[in-house]
């Protein structure tokens, strides 16, 4: 997030903050565009940009609004610079950008960028941590291979879409944006042959198990793909791939929860989620992990 600075629109300039969500290419857009181009959230509302207006920032980085969409609050940004150098100028300039819910009096601080992100992230672009992975340190890595259990790793890029909530009465009228994913063929082969031998498939965080049902065969067979996804779990979805699943509690009427719902079944995970509530157990990016089973007999 790149926040704090002025945006021109007209003879007018306002404060703002940009969140920056991909890079946009060829593939993803409808120009042919170098490394210099981004889809991003902005606050104040995007109805207060138009096309042509330019941004500056700190570093002599500046930006023009090349496409706006008000229905889904993004633009697109072309920057003046480009590749490795734009990269280390956002690095230079921007904060890590939190969830609304995480208080901060002034800006993020300097332990957020190793405090919201796994130990083992590896590739950037994803709008928010996968929380569920925050709870594992390397000394729990470490002790899990001690105990023979065999770790694999899929790449996700969470985005914005996630977390939005569903308004739709009729759940097929959602539409889940989609998401970068990268399924690599050691990670495949670890699965595949773990399924073969009777052993159970953990998936540390919904994002894991969205990669890993997105691109099951009917078998529940794993094959190398990167790409994006837009797959929607929840009741009447064929899981086929993931036994048990760890994740933290998420908020009702969301797509997260549809997930773990259709994982464990509606009836046991409200009756977790009165005990959560109960007990005082904390929701959100910082909160408490459960561990639930997959129940085959749901329907």
């Not at 500056?56 to 697109?76: C, H, M, Q, R, W």
């Not at 609304?100 to 601080?109: F, H, L, S």
């Not at 890993?212 to 837009?230: M, Y």
């Not at 993931?242 to 994982?263: E, Q």
């Amino acid at each position: 997030m790149i926040s704090g600075n002025r945006c021109k629109c007209g003879d007018l300039f306002i404060q703002i903050d940009i969140n920056l969500l991909k890079e946009i290419t060829a593939d993803t857009w409808q120009a042919v565009v170098s490394e210099d181009t981004w889809e991003h959230l902005i606050k104040p509302p995007e109805k207060t940009l138009q096309i042509g207006d330019v941004l500056l920032f700190p570093e002599g980085l500046k930006a023009t609004v090349i496409d706006t969409n008000i229905t889904d609050k993004y633009s697109v940004l072309k920057f003046n610079k480009s590749g490795e150098d734009l990269f280390n100028t956002f690095i230079a300039c921007g904060d890590t950008p939190l969830p609304p819910y995480i208080n901060r009096y002034n800006t993020p601080n300097l332990s957020d960028k190793s405090d919201y992100q796994t130990v083992y992230a590896d590739i950037y672009g994803a709008v928010a941590a996968p929380t569920a992975g925050l709870h594992v340190t390397e000394d729990m890595l470490n002790q899990v291979k001690t105990l023979g259990v065999k770790t694999a790793f899929v790449t996700l890029h969470v985005g914005a879409g996630t977390f939005f909530p569903v308004k739709s009465e009729n759940l097929d009228e959602h539409q889940m944006h989609s998401e970068y994913f990268s399924l690599e063929e050691e990670t495949c082969d670890l699965i595949n042959s773990a399924k073969a031998e009777g052993h159970r498939v953990i998936a540390v965080g919904t994002t894991t198990v969205r990669v890993l049902e997105a691109n099951a065969n009917q078998a529940g067979l794993l094959t190398p793909a990167r790409g994006e996804t837009d797959i929607f779990i929840r009741k009447g979805s064929q899981l086929k791939v993931v036994d048990v699943l760890i994740t933290n509690f998420h908020t009702p009427k969301s797509t997260l929860f549809m997930l773990v719902c259709a994982f464990s079944g509606y009836t046991p995970m409200r009756k977790a989620y009165a005990h959560a509530i109960d007990e005082g157990y904390k929701f959100f990016s910082y909160g408490d992990a459960c561990y639930l089973e997959r129940n085959r007999s749901y329907v």
